[in-house]
């Protein structure tokens, strides 16, 4: 087990606890970094449908495709009569769904009644929960009100143990070898894909003493007039003297993430740009000294903008999002936002990748800290300097 | 664009034809290899809501987060005032989500009527469609009965035109490189991790001629005890003398994915696996013999079967699948699967993953091949030895 039997016990009590708070007497998880979290199941095996039941006592049921539920428990904890295999023939069909043979799997295993169990949650928005998984669960238990339960294990993930963050640390010895393998393979000349190469091989071998566990987003290298693309991923497209090379990218291990971002000048930086990384340096520094437990999201937000208005500059997209387990597509939690709408307060414990995006006419500049919010304020995971690095 | 104009409106009308055939008057596909086979469109922006609507007759429109359709043509084809960004706000929100915002954007588009509309598609099992976003459409464009499409731009997609079959072909040159870099660092003693670097590299860098595309599935090695488990991802274990390990990956250009597996036997393999191997490499060159244009699947299936029960064992899983276009988290394009259930016949221009995955106690043994569907036969996409490789 990675995690201590009394912290899986613990993160089980946290989430029944919310969903006592949010009135739900079951609930039902699908996103796999959810699973991971309570029961440590880990597979490349989300792309078939696989569910968790958590009921309001008593134990788990995992749910997976039968060559996955086979040897799920060198990944997974439960004990063996927990974890079932729904039929191969489940899988792929076009007019049944592995989720008819789960419903019915669910009836026998738990006595299905709409007075004992009411409403059982749903996470109406994970990756690997589809329309159709969902109305085979409400017509094959109509007894059960499936209502959304709006994230409730990402939440309780928001704020990490020192387990979690002894690992992230580890990861972030990842993240530091598979930037320092960017920033060599850098050059004009160079094709995109060769660079994506160099980061990918570092991702995966880690370093001697920590091994670089598979990231959740693949390295993204916007460059040239394609920086005003953030997602755009890679071609053989060389790279120039003269350009911006921006470089995001992750480091994993045990599925925990630290990513980070940097822009490499290949020759000397327009002074538009140079600019630009100098006012987001001390935005992004100011925002790093004002956060400590109890300070509102929000106040963040604030302080980022105001320190661009003094430079006549803006940027309207989020300022980070809280990280931790990561499957793909994603390696952020989708819950906390760094951004004025959002209504959460700083706790010691939270971890974000803080990044500035920054999207000028034809030139994209990305700086960003992964940091974990501790008693007095933050600890950054890395040490990259926070300017525009030249080659 | 990757393809010509020609052959994008050959696949929009074939997707149209369909669409009459299954009484759908629009289709609402949010799939990102549906999108991209239909429009080009391609970044890592799927982890937020994506949609593109395909009316019976008239411009297609994509909508996307405001941030990456500012970009979107860099890749796709639409014009500029087709592609459609909803605002930043709406990202990662608890109780507002993207398509809220879609709905009333569509519209305000189209004339939503339900006379002259009736059913629209929708992907009711796509990777990234949510019961939320699902629920949006239902609530906000209540004119309209959604109805599933049953994967019908993934059924167009399974015959591949000479073009897409081209691109296959210089994706399985990455395949071939990814292979050879992971048997050359497959060894006693290695780590798990840094065979996974190695593959990782080859799959990025690719050939000097063909650039390599990021793999929709990372490089499985089921190993050693870990063999019964067929989508362990890897960590930092280190191979042994005396244990079998299968590696199962991908090379892709453009997209396009050719994956392939083969079993190394670090040391002299047991009688039981030796025997395995060739009673497999028997049995998948029977089926190959047997594919031609108009066999039915399950033909292959009973002739798979066939060779297995004159040496006296079985496969319960399927023998394989359709491939193509890929994005996390599969290569497999979610139709046809090589299976005594599937009702479907072969065709020239189909691309399989036959792939013979046997788990016996305590061992696993995968070997497979890539290949087309030609007018008369086979045509093999790698050429890499069919049984155990010695190590």
Redesign the interface.
Same mark, same amino acid.
């Given at each position: 087990m990675l995690f201590s039997a009394e912290e899986y016990e613990q993160r089980l009590a946290a989430v029944r606890r919310r969903m006592r708070d949010q009135g739900l007497s079951g609930l039902i998880v699908t996103d796999p970094a959810n699973m991971f979290y309570l029961t440590g199941y880990?597979?490349?095996?989300?792309?078939t449908p696989q569910l968790l039941y958590v009921p309001a006592s008593g134990p788990m049921t995992l749910f997976a495709r039968?060559?996955?539920a086979?040897?799920?428990q060198?990944?997974c904890w439960l004990p063996e009569e927990d974890i079932v295999g729904y039929p191969?023939?489940y899988?792929?069909?076009?007019?049944i769904?592995p989720f008819d043979w789960v419903a019915f799997a669910l009836r026998q295993r738990w006595e299905v009644a709409p007075a004992a169990h009411g409403c059982i949650g749903?996470e109406? /928005?994970?990756?690997?929960?589809?329309?159709?998984?969902?109305?085979a669960l409400v017509h094959g238990i109509p007894e059960w009100t499936l209502v &959304?339960s709006?994230?409730l294990v990402n939440w309780i993930r928001a704020i990490k143990s020192p387990a979690e963050i002894a690992i992230m640390r580890q990861a972030a010895q990842v993240t530091t070898a598979a930037m320092n393998a960017a920033l060599n393979a850098v050059e004009p000349g160079a094709?995109q894909?060769?660079v994506?190469?160099?980061i990918?091989?570092?991702?995966?071998?880690?370093t001697a003493e920590v091994?670089? /566990?598979?990231p959740a987003?693949?390295p993204?290298l916007p460059t040239g007039e394609?920086a005003?693309?953030?997602?755009?991923?890679?071609? &053989?497209r060389r790279l120039a003297a003269g350009e911006p090379v921006v470089i995001e990218l992750a480091g994993a291990h045990h599925r925990y993430h630290v990513p980070l971002a940097r822009t490499v000048m290949l020759g000397e930086p327009p002074a538009q740009l140079q600019h630009t990384a100098d006012v987001v340096a001390e935005a992004l520094n100011e925002v790093l000294e004002t956060m400590r437990p109890d300070v509102p999201v929000a106040e963040l937000a604030r302080v980022w903008n105001a320190v661009l208005a003094r430079h006549e500059m803006v940027k309207?997209?989020?300022l980070g999002?809280s990280i931790g387990i990561g499957y793909?597509?994603?390696w952020?939690e989708?819950?906390i936002?760094l951004?004025s709408?959002d209504e959460q307060v700083l706790a010691a414990g939270m971890t974000f990748h803080v990044i500035a995006g920054m999207?000028l006419d034809g030139i994209g500049y990305e700086v960003s800290e992964p940091v974990a919010v501790t008693a007095t304020g933050v600890e950054r995971f890395t040490d990259f300097p926070q300017n525009l690095i030249r080659r």
């Open positions: 880990n597979a490349w095996s989300f792309y039968e060559m996955d086979h040897g799920a060198r990944t191969e023939r899988v792929h069909r076009p007019h769904h749903v109406m /928005d994970s990756h690997y929960y589809s329309p159709r998984a969902h109305r &959304d709006f994230e094709r894909n060769d994506a190469a160099a990918a091989h570092a991702q995966a071998a880690g091994w670089g /566990d598979f987003i693949v993204m394609g005003d693309t953030p997602h755009l991923t890679w071609t &053989d309207e997209s989020r999002y793909p597509p994603d952020g989708r819950t936002s951004r709408e999207w």
